[in-house]
């Protein structure tokens, strides 16, 4: 045996170790920073965005209240007091009113109302009177344009009112032919359908919402509907209003474990406010993806400097164990050489306290196709497929029960596997007690013994199950369609004049009838159904599952595909020929699959007395269904 010289100072393992150490820590240092930096990019990529989206709201939303004062402007430059004071005008000056309101509201999209008011809040004219476009004013909606002359335009709440009146907003202005008089009120309405479809312009993410505020904080719009718990902040938006804040404002929230990122920004002059509010769960998507990127590298690059702290470990640990080994091994192996590496027998010796292999012969170096001086670092359980049948084999060795040549599947080193028979013991010396595995190689003992069951069960000519096995396997299947009450059929097929074709064209014909004949079968029945050739040219088919009306298709089906078939002699002559099928399924009282094929033998019987080329049945007693 070679000697492997392999020595490690305390040094060198205190330095590789203190080397693992500091790249591992190096490498979760620069993981958390880019993580940190990661993150903190991905929020202000949210805050930027949410900003950029409040300020094209607010410029849509603007633009649509200017273009509604401007046409609600040009309306009242257009009418007189008596327009506003009364609803009875003559009915000229009412179509001319009512022409006038409708030229107005065709011309802006996002109003759904327009009407005139008295000066005693009493609509005199309106442009549609329609259910749901209603504009509800109220006396009190009115008190501060009423008191204070200088309020030209104010704005109140639509609120929803039962199943017709639509939510949304009105837009009062107040009119004066003359300053300082009082005539009445314009009032335009905008139903949140119009807002909810600006708003959901917007590409948010799953979790992202838009909403229109009022400076109470009620929502007027929201876009899709506001989370339970999401509130705006009153504090910005008291901010934006009395002017203490400008500009578009972003603010961090959490609510239910989800960060949202929320800008605001006031709409012109008016008392409203846009609120645009991205969710973590959103903005952070794609920072989720490549943080698992990012661990999973980092875990790989941990794992590997882990393996390399393991391996130079696992070295010394080598280094130590070789050491004391060959101490042992140079009084003993030269006496013992000879005679073990002389055996047919491949030889494993291994010590029990930790199952490391102490010996291995050439033989079993060539078994396992390994060299020896690798099989010494090590356990002899590593030599088995299934780690558990050493440890059963040692506890039987342990209790004096004898294991010999006990068949155990092995693993060379390339991870084949094999057979073997395997005798183990265990001897005691003076330098300790020894574990003698004796093994030899019966592989292609076993090939034969799976060859000789082939053969044993399957028909050499068709290549399907012969007639013993088929019996075996369909009184099997027969019992557990019993135990189920599961239908089951049973078909015969017979080839027609079998034997003119045989003495027509020779005995190789008929068998090339007969493997066609199987190769039809394996194509038309399902690979659950078992098919049997049950001697000469007879055939039978069990079909689990398998109802009569089914049966009778599938058996059809193959009859037809045995017609179409053409069969070519090495001569060039194309022989066609027909088969007869009998069907049968399972009754209640059969207990073997005897009676299935007396029953199917009539119907075939049927079948080539009814002038062959057919399918019949033949209908148990009583059948399971």
């Known amino acids: 045996m070679r000697k492997i ?38 929020v202000q990529r949210a805050r930027d965005e949410a900003q950029n989206l409040a300020g094209v709201l607010e410029g849509q939303l603007a633009s649509a209240l200017r273009e509604v004062d401007l046409v609600t402007n040009g309306l009242i430059r257009q009418l007189s007091p008596a327009d506003l004071a009364q609803s009875d005008l003559g009915e000229t000056r009412n179509k001319e009113l009512q022409s006038l309101l409708l030229d107005q509201l065709a011309q802006i999209r996002q109003l759904d109302n327009l009407a005139l008011f008295s000066t005693d809040v009493v609509i005199t004219h309106r442009a549609l009177d329609v259910p749901g476009s209603n504009i509800p004013l109220k006396a009190e909606d009115l008190e501060r344009q009423r008191n204070n002359p200088f309020i030209e335009r104010d704005y109140t709440r639509l609120n929803r009112n039962g199943n017709t009146q639509k939510p949304g907003l009105i837009i009062v202005h107040r009119v004066e032919t003359q300053p300082g008089r009082l005539d009445g009120w314009v009032a335009a309405s905008i139903t949140t359908q ?66 949202r990122q929320t800008a605001y920004q006031q709409i012109g002059d008016t008392p409203f406010f846009i609120a645009v509010s991205l969710s973590s769960n959103d903005y952070l998507s794609r920072w989720y993806a490549e943080i698992r990127y990012y661990l999973i590298g980092g875990a790989l690059l941990l794992a590997m400097a882990l393996l390399m702290a393991y391996f130079f470990w696992q070295s010394r640990q080598l280094s130590e164990h070789l050491r004391h080994k060959e101490k042992r091994l140079d009084a003993s192996e030269s006496r013992f050489r000879q005679m073990i590496e002389t055996t047919p027998v491949a030889l494993v010796l291994s010590r029990p306290s930790d199952h490391f292999i102490t010996y291995i012969n050439q033989q079993a170096a060539q078994m396992f196709d390994l060299p020896q001086a690798t099989a010494l670092s090590m356990r002899v359980f590593q030599l088995y497929q299934d780690r558990l049948d050493f440890l059963n084999q040692l506890e039987d060795v342990h209790s004096g029960q004898p294991v010999r040549t006990l068949e155990v599947r092995l693993r060379r080193s390339n991870g084949e596997t094999f057979w073997g028979h395997l005798s183990m013991s265990q001897a005691s010396g ?20 799976v060859e000789l069951q082939h053969r044993a069960t399957t028909d050499g000519l068709s290549g399907l199950a012969n007639r013993n096995h088929f019996m075996e396997m369909s009184n099997h299947e027969l019992v557990r369609a019993q135990r189920y009450g599961r239908p089951l059929t049973l078909m015969m097929i017979d080839i027609d004049h079998f034997k003119l074709i045989n003495d027509e064209y020779g005995h190789d014909a008929g068998d090339a009838a007969i493997r066609a004949i199987a190769l039809l079968c394996r194509n038309t029945l399902r690979d659950a159904d078992l098919i049997g050739r049950m001697g000469g040219e007879e055939f039978a088919a069990l079909l689990p599952e398998t109802p009569m009306p089914m049966a009778t298709l599938v058996a059809e089906r193959l009859r037809a595909r045995i017609e179409a078939y053409q069969l070519l002699t090495p001569d060039g002559e194309c022989i066609r020929f027909t088969a007869s099928i009998g069907i049968t399924t399972l009754a209640s009282g059969d207990s073997i699959v005897d009676p299935l094929l007396k029953r199917a033998d009539l119907a075939l019987y049927d079948a080539k007395h009814g002038g062959r080329n057919r399918v019949c049945q033949q209908e148990a007693d009583t059948t399971v269904t």
């Open 194 to 259: 119009y807002f909810d479809r600006v708003l959901g312009t917007l590409s948010l993410g799953h979790q992202g919402l838009t909403m229109l505020v009022d400076e109470r904080l009620g929502i007027i719009a929201s876009y899709p509907e506001a989370p339970p718990g999401f509130e705006p902040d009153a504090a910005t938006l008291r901010g934006l209003r009395d002017g203490s804040q400008h500009g578009v404002q972003v603010r961090q929230t959490r609510i239910d474990g989800i960060t």
């Open 5 to 42: 010289a392999l020595r490690w100072s305390s040094r060198q393992s205190l330095l590789s170790g203190a080397v693992t150490v500091l790249f591992a820590l190096g490498l979760l240092l620069i993981l958390s920073l880019q993580v940190n930096s990661s993150y903190r990019a991905e």
């Open 430 to 449: 003076s330098s300790g007690a020894t574990l003698l595995i004796g093994i030899s190689d019966i592989t292609q003992q076993k090939r034969l013994e």
